[in-house]
């Protein structure tokens, strides 16, 4: 066998970082056009509409290549779960396991025992597929009856939700709380399933399937080619509720959801006791909360991954769940049971003070995803870790391939395509409302290898363009030292060509792209994602978008292109709808838009509003929309109301003119627009309460004077009229923090 083979990834990671020379020596001018590139980014695009917080140094001689207001304190979003993942590394170990244990009262006898317990000790990790495996194992052990179940959730406290999570009340899957005692990341998959002819009622499939979730089930099979339906789950007794409204069409297809559980030992202990019996294994009892006695008799443990390979999913798919449980068990680990996330914050405290170098109370962290209003901290502070990171051999490649490589995977894969990043650049993001973040690391093509950390706050408008800015950051970075230099690469990147053509043009390219909608296919995202980026004119990207979404809509990364391509200009909706009529088609994207917003998504229902405007002036363009907004209000009536109150006055009065006489097509009575917008009436915030009493007056005379032969007396303005926006509403956007 060849010596070369006996050579580590390690040791050749280990081995390049110290025989690399330092940039500086060698290439002084670099660091300079860096820094004027880095610079021009910052000045000239989206970034300087917002509070950034930027720092790059060299992690070769420590140097300082480029700063804007590093030490300023911004909410960092998802790049808080670079502070957990390097504390969980650094007090853990990589080699750390999570552990999940099974007793019973007494040795089985004829295969029967009176009680099994479950003791759980944070295992993020736990699927159905090892529960299932779990329950075999008993089987073979020769284990065929049990009494009742008792899960003991002893190693954690009873508090669910971190600090940061109260902010928001939804039933996304980024949204569950945690548990000593887990599964699927406290979240249960609905699969919805159209009949087999328009008019029979669709079912919703749940897997894991157990006695825990309920399903109340009103989607309707159409003959219609849109769906609109939502899923909304919530807790019900000891279980868990999913209600399903809307209409799907007829088909083959099928969609599915992720939803958060409320009540995490209930979910396993009843998914648990399904399993058990499929397994052959009867249990006769209830499932219940309780604590392993003294005396118990262990018989089984099952074990997670090793604590690198959590880290994984932790910072590529930026788990808000995989973060909590991990600060969580910190806590336990390190200052004893029951662990909580008070305790997590002040073992990373520790950390940070006598390991990286970053005092207490320089930093604010109150949880350890990231999710909403909660942390702040400096870009300086993020580089300082990273850099720590870096240094601390073995752990150094652990952390670092637990981030996202640019181009390749996590939630970086679909960025920097086209520029010398992809490959050379590895971060973790961070996305809440006008917050978007990015750290990590690159190797330039000159040879450099730096620590960057980018935070952008307070920004206006949509995010699209916001994170083009930090990714032309991060291709100037990537391209110092090349042929082309930091400078070219900023140019090609923002200035992306922008061709307007004549509408013949436009209409062949749409009826190319048309033609993958019929058929939508996942092998196609990678020709998707070229023609998105490498086509010039803003229609036709739109149209590529919607394509790609509809090879996978379930992508949030996919859904973001969607909104951020499908733009209420003239020269893309405007365009569009042109072609549409000319073609006799509706017009492409719209759909999708709206079964994004009928399902509840704050960045589609904002996207609806703003293009009701642009649909007003055509009549099938408007049919459209007021069709599509009755039935978003339908599914999604208090988001709906949210991005309402959020919208441009001139957008929200075109929306509500669609909503108004969409409500009167559907001519429901029991529409479940109007009691949503009774309880929003009655609301404690004062604000939302008289808004929401401006739209019913607005709506109602609206829809009566749309019923009405002739218009109303004395209802040309007053009520009819919305206030305008309402500065201080800042909801966080869905998204996890991602």
Avoid at 67 to 73: G, I, T
Avoid at 230 to 258: H, M, N, T, Y
Avoid at 300 to 316: A, E, F, G, H, M
Avoid at 671 to 683: D, E, R, T, V, Y
Wanted: proline share 6%; hydrophobic share 40%.
């Amino acid at each position: 066998m060849s010596a070369v083979r006996f050579l580590s990834p390690l040791f050749v990671l280990a081995f390049t970082a110290w025989a690399t020379p330092a940039w500086s020596a060698s290439r002084p001018s670099d660091r300079e056009g860096l820094r004027a590139a880095l610079q021009n980014v910052v000045e000239r695009t989206a970034l300087k509409s917002g509070r950034v917080s930027i720092e790059v140094r060299s992690l070769e001689d420590g140097a300082l290549v480029y700063s804007k207001n590093a030490d300023d304190l911004l909410n960092p979003a998802s790049n808080v779960k670079l502070f957990t993942a390097a504390a969980a590394l650094a007090k853990l170990g990589p080699d750390y396991r999570f552990s999940t244990e099974l007793f019973t009262d007494a040795e089985p006898n004829e295969g029967k025992v009176k009680t099994l317990y479950v003791r759980g000790l944070g295992d993020p990790t736990l699927t159905t597929e090892r529960l299932y495996a779990l329950a075999g194992d008993l089987f073979h052990a020769g284990l065929r009856e049990a009494g009742e179940l008792v899960i003991d959730e002893t190693f954690f406290d009873g508090a669910r939700l971190a600090p940061g999570f109260d902010q928001e009340t939804s039933d996304h899957a980024y949204m569950a709380p945690t548990g000593a005692v887990s599964l699927n990341s406290n979240a249960v998959g609905l699969f919805v399933h159209p009949g087999e002819r328009p008019g029979m009622k669709a079912t919703v499939e749940v897997e894991p399937p157990s006695d825990y979730v309920t399903v109340d089930c009103d989607i309707n099979t159409s003959a219609r080619r849109n769906r609109r339906f939502a899923l909304f789950s919530e807790p019900f007794g000891d279980k868990q509720k999913v209600i399903a409204r809307g209409v799907v069409p007829s088909g083959k297809d099928s969609w599915s959801a992720w939803k958060k559980v409320d009540n995490p030992p209930q979910y396993f202990g009843q998914t648990f006791k399904a399993l058990l019996n499929e397994r052959g294994i009867k249990l006769k009892g209830r499932v219940r909360l309780g604590t392993v006695p003294q005396g118990a008799k262990q018989i089984y443990v099952s074990q997670s991954d090793t604590l690198d390979l959590v880290l994984k999913r932790l910072n590529k798919n930026s788990s808000n769940f995989i973060a909590e449980q991990l600060l969580k068990t910190l806590g336990a680990e390190l200052v004893g049971v029951p662990g909580t996330t008070a305790k997590g914050v002040a073992v990373v405290e520790d950390f940070l003070e006598k390991e990286v170098g970053i005092p207490r109370g320089a930093y604010v962290m109150k949880n350890g995803s990231g999710l909403n209003d909660t942390n702040r901290f400096s870009a300086a502070q993020l580089v300082r870790l990273l850099h720590y990171m870096w240094d601390r051999f073995p752990l150094a490649p652990e952390y670092l391939s637990s981030l996202g490589i640019a181009g390749k995977d996590g939630t970086v894969r679909y960025r920097f395509e086209g520029s010398d990043a992809v490959g050379r650049l590895r971060a973790k993001t961070g996305t809440l409302e006008n917050v978007s973040a990015l750290s990590g690391y690159v190797q330039t093509v000159g040879g450099e290898k730096v620590a960057f950390a980018m935070l952008v706050n307070d920004y206006p408008g949509r995010a699209g363009p916001v994170v083009q800015g930090l990714d032309a950051l991060g291709a100037a970075l990537a391209a110092s030292g090349s042929a082309q230099g930091p400078d070219k690469a900023v140019a090609q990147w923002m200035t992306r060509p922008t061709v307007v053509g004549t509408l013949d043009e436009l209409r062949a390219r749409v009826k190319t792209y048309l033609a993958m909608h019929e058929k939508p296919d996942k092998k196609s995202q990678a020709f998707l994602r070229t023609a998105w980026r490498t086509e010039a004119d803003p229609a036709v990207r739109a149209v590529v978008a919607d394509a790609l979404y509809r090879s996978d809509t379930q992508d949030y990364l996919v859904q973001r292109t969607l909104l951020d391509s499908l733009l209420a200009t003239d020269d893309v909706y405007g365009r569009l709808r042109q072609v549409a009529l000319q073609l006799s088609i509706p017009v492409p994207g719209v759909a999708s838009v709206l079964d994004l917003a009928a399902e509840g998504n704050l960045e589609a229902l904002s996207r609806a509003v703003e293009l009701s405007r642009a649909a007003s002036t055509e009549d099938a363009a408007r049919k459209e929309m007021e069709e599509g907004l009755a039935e978003v209000a339908r599914t999604a009536p208090d988001e709906l109301l949210l991005a309402l109150r959020k919208a441009q006055a001139a957008d929200r009065e075109a929306a509500l003119d669609a909503l108004a006489k969409g409500l009167v097509g559907a001519a429901d009575a029991d529409h479940p627009f109007w009691p949503s917008l009774k309880k929003a009436m009655g609301a404690p915030d004062p604000e939302a309460a008289a808004f929401a009493q401006q739209v019913e007056a607005g709506l109602s005379i609206k829809i009566a004077a749309d019923k009405a032969p002739m218009p109303i007396p004395g209802t040309a303005a007053g009520p009819a009229s919305m206030p305008p926006p309402n500065p201080t509403v800042n909801e966080t956007r869905p998204g996890g923090g991602g």
